[in-house]
């Protein structure tokens, strides 16, 4: 976890380095690298005078300072030969120099930082007096807890150990947990996760924050359960359903000799969140506290042991148990950080560093301020979203959707999760009113009329492709011309079904105008559908004729008497290839009568039939021909 410090004044490199030495000599977690052998990882604690850790020298300038701090704190460490921490030092002027103190997570949580900053100030001000540090020996190093943690847990192989009775615990709350959150994603996921992504910072308002603390006093909770009924109650209403599971860090530092130690003390939990039967969102403040009281009584059992032991559908593409991250930070970071300004000749100030990564599809973090009396008056937010997923624009509706649904929560906590307003009024006006412009001016003429007028304008354009087949507007008007002839020979007219059972090709495309240009409705069969149905729907409608093709008509049962015509028949086809003749076809279209017949599923029964007039489907085409610019 990167840390830099913009240090301004006369600094004195070798003091520094000499501390940062100090630094890795005082904590044993600093110098430690992890081997392997058959068994899988162990550590190996580095003596200190083999353990001097790395101090980069950086002559740049401001211009160029953000891009080589990024790139500084990406850097990978090679656990198995390296020491988990690194330093460098940028200057881009002779006075001015921004310090990065660089640790691998595996030796150091955000609890370390206080430790760090304390022990770095008192060794830096030794060092430059021409001294040692004097300071108190540590009442534990982190191998001390790792050996005390194994012998507090006990083995699973005892059903009375305390891991036992945890493992017994997650595995009941955690029974039946979705594999993974519903969002509302920009894009699928890909196949293997890159964990790329981007920060949004944010902020919740005095004002806002001391509603939120406000709420948490009346019904007993704390400030981080209010955050978490609020975040999952807006993931509920983006439609992740109502089980969601949020992962959380918790300190682990339950011992006050683990206070001054740089270690990886804390654990990651996953707080469960029932959202349904749309709960007041005082109501489900009161689940969450239920819940994590649970998980707090449990929080020992490792994060990597309860995977396991739960077994989710593994995947490259997400994180297991959890996708979304909840964080509340309310430790005094920034006031043990600025003891780092009372170095000798130095004043120091944080200095941001940029990051690119995203473990999670979502991770909510927040930190308390303090304002000059130590009192924590706001609170500091930022969102860490995957790229992979999710467009800056649509993580920034994530924040403002939180905010409000917050701010209207703590306000009136009896209202109901559903009732909570989340949308802008600009959202609302666009799903309201600009979505729903469907006013558009019906022309008062059948598909044929219109049909008929675009041939009129643009008889050479294409009208219609399947593979390497396309006619022109004016092709399909003679050939649907044509085989509309014939059909009203046939016996097709006004209110008489023919039915279709053709793939999907020109010559379907032919054979429904031409249905229309007769004046008749078309029935369409699916041939995939059981001989039953298909046979239920013939007899049903009663269609004058069959229009198919002579591979597709053993689909059709045999039982009926329907008259079938093959289109693909080759002298019907010449027939059709013809250039148009003057004489058209001059059916009455009326845009009350019938453009086609399409049956229901028949789940709850036999299939029932739903005749579409030509006017409403006239009115659908225009209005989608006029949204959609197809001219």
């Known amino acids: 976890a990167p840390v830099a410090l913009r240090l301004s004044g006369a600094l004195d490199r070798n003091a520094l380095r000499l501390a940062l030495a100090d630094l890795v000599e005082r904590h044993e977690s600093l110098r430690t690298v992890f081997a392997e052998d058959g068994e899988g990882a162990y550590q190996v604690v580095r003596d200190a005078a083999e353990s001097l850790p790395t101090l980069a020298v950086v002559e740049t300038d401001e211009e160029r300072l953000r891009g080589d701090l990024t790139r500084e704190a990406g850097h990978p460490f090679d656990l198995a030969t390296e020491i988990p921490f690194r330093a460098a030092l940028f200057a881009p002027s002779e006075h001015d120099h921004v310090l990065l103190l660089l640790t691998h997570h595996i030796v150091s949580d955000a609890w370390s930082r206080a430790p760090l900053a304390r022990d770095l100030t008192a060794a830096y001000a030794a060092r430059v007096a021409g001294e040692a540090p004097q300071w108190a020996p540590l009442p534990v190093q982190y191998a001390d807890y790792s050996l005390w943690q194994r012998e507090v847990l006990g083995s699973e192989d005892d059903p009375d150990s305390e891991i036992s009775r945890q493992l017994a615990h997650w595995t009941g709350a955690l029974a039946g947990l979705p594999d993974q959150l519903e969002l509302p994603?920009?894009?699928?996921?890909?196949?293997?996760?890159?964990?790329?992504?981007?920060?949004?910072?944010?902020?919740?308002?005095?004002?806002?924050?001391?509603?939120?603390?406000?709420?948490?006093?009346?019904?007993?909770?704390s400030p981080f359960m209010v955050l978490q009924a609020a975040l999952a109650a807006l993931l509920t209403r983006l439609g992740a359903g109502t089980d969601i599971p949020l992962g959380t860090p918790i300190a682990g530092r339950t011992d006050e000799a683990l206070d001054d130690l740089v270690g990886v003390f804390l654990n990651t939990l996953v707080l469960r969140t029932d959202t349904s039967g749309n709960p007041t969102f005082a109501e489900l403040v009161r689940r969450v506290r239920e819940g994590n009281l649970g998980a707090y009584a449990n929080q020992d059992l490792p994060f990597e042991r309860l995977v396991e032991a739960v077994n989710p559908e593994r995947s490259l593409t997400r994180h297991p148990l959890f996708q979304v991250l909840l964080t509340l930070n309310n430790t005094d970071y920034e006031g043990a950080l600025a003891s780092l300004g009372e170095l000798p000749g130095l004043t120091a100030e944080r200095e941001p560093v940029e990051?690119?990564?995203?473990?999670?599809?979502?991770?909510?973090?927040?930190?308390?301020?303090?304002?000059?009396?130590?009192?924590?008056?706001?609170?500091?937010?930022?969102?860490?979203?995957?790229?992979?997923?999710?467009?800056?624009?649509?993580?920034?509706?994530?924040?403002d959707?939180?905010?409000?649904?917050?701010?209207?929560?703590?306000?009136?906590?009896?209202?109901?999760?559903?009732?909570i307003d989340i949308l802008a009024a600009s959202e609302r006006d666009r799903v309201l009113v600009d979505w729903n412009d469907t006013v558009c001016e019906v022309p008062g003429r059948s598909v044929v009329e219109l049909f008929e007028e675009?041939?009129?304008?643009?008889?050479d354009a294409e009208a219609v492709v399947a593979g390497e087949v396309s006619l022109s507007y004016g092709e399909l008007d003679a050939r649907a011309e044509r085989l509309a002839g014939l059909l009203s020979e046939l016996g097709a007219g006004p209110e008489r079904f023919v039915a279709v059972a053709l793939a999907r090709s020109v010559d379907l495309v032919v054979a429904l105008l031409a249905v229309w240009k007769a004046g008749a409705a078309y029935l369409p069969l699916d041939t995939e559908y059981p001989a039953e149905r298909l046979a239920y729907m013939l007899q049903d409608a009663d269609p004058v004729l069959l229009l198919t093709t002579s591979d597709l008509t053993s689909a059709v049962p045999s039982e009926s008497l329907v008259p079938r015509v093959l289109l693909d028949d080759p002298d019907l086809q010449a027939h059709l290839s013809e250039p148009a003749g003057s004489d058209r076809?001059?059916?009455?279209?009326?845009?009350?009568?019938?453009?086609?017949?399409?049956?229901?599923?028949?789940?709850t029964g036999r299939p029932k039939g739903v005749v579409v007039p030509q006017g409403p489907l006239v009115n659908f085409l225009v209005a989608m021909r006029d949204r959609f610019d197809l001219g």
């Open 585 to 603: 076809l001059r059916a009455h279209h009326d845009l009350n009568g019938s453009a086609y017949v399409i049956y229901t599923s028949g789940s």
């Open 401 to 419: 959707r939180l905010l409000r649904l917050l701010d209207h929560a703590v306000a009136t906590p009896d209202t109901r999760v559903s009732d």
């Open 355 to 399: 990051s690119s990564v995203a473990k999670f599809d979502l991770a909510f973090g927040f930190t308390e301020r303090r304002d000059a009396t130590g009192q924590a008056n706001s609170l500091e937010g930022v969102l860490e979203f995957s790229t992979d997923l999710f467009d800056r624009a649509t993580a920034e509706t994530f924040i």
């Open 454 to 459: 675009r041939v009129a304008a643009v008889p």
């Open 185 to 221: 994603y920009d894009r699928p996921r890909p196949s293997v996760a890159t964990y790329r992504g981007d920060r949004i910072p944010f902020r919740l308002s005095e004002n806002l924050y001391a509603r939120v603390g406000e709420v948490a006093r009346d019904v007993q909770a």
